[in-house]
């Protein structure tokens, strides 16, 4: 990891703060199609009480809620925006976050631009980037059981019934 990439990673104590503060979430890149990681993290956080807004001009609506063709569509106040999208539309998005009053910037996993990070920490924003929103929530809050994952079907522990 680039110095400047580790200037921005985040610590725990900070990822609780943002995700136990942050409760209108922005999702910039929701797809419908529910194989997408991005649908697959919108449902998780919806599941887990955050207002989910999708942002895609593809569709009008996603995951039951009226889906927005940008940030500045959206007629309500925004805590957190979370980019679905290559690294290079990011500094575009960070100004728009910006410009709508969001107070946290998440870039997903694989989705890095220190670029996006400087200027949305130089407007007062929170950054978080190349980390999954529902991973992290999951983490710090007790969500790892959520479709499957920790269910004690995946052990350790060796069973019984095998032999030595």
């Known amino acids: 990891m680039c110095a400047a990439v580790a200037d921005f990673d985040t610590d725990v104590p900070t990822l609780r703060r943002i ?15 529910w194989q997408r990681p991005s649908n ?25 809620e009226r889906c927005y063709p940008s940030l500045a569509a959206i007629p309500e ?9 290559a690294s290079a539309e990011i500094t575009a998005l960070a100004r728009e976050a910006i410009a709508v009053g969001a107070k946290v910037l998440w870039m997903q996993l694989g989705v890095i631009n220190v670029e996006a990070a400087v200027i949305a920490r130089a407007a007062g924003l ?9 991973i992290e929530h999951a983490r710090l809050f007790g969500g790892l059981n959520f479709v499957g994952v920790n269910t004690q079907i995946i052990s350790s522990k060796r069973p019984k019934y095998l032999a030595n």
């Open 19 to 33: 995700l136990a503060g942050a409760k209108t979430v922005a999702v910039v890149g929701l797809s419908a199609n």
């Open 40 to 64: 697959f993290a919108a449902k998780y956080m919806q599941a887990h009480g955050y207002r989910v807004i999708p942002v895609n001009p593809a569709y009008t609506t996603v995951l039951g």
């Open 77 to 85: 106040p925004i805590d957190m925006v979370d980019c679905f999208r």
């Open 126 to 134: 929170e950054v978080v980037m190349d980390r999954c929103v529902k």
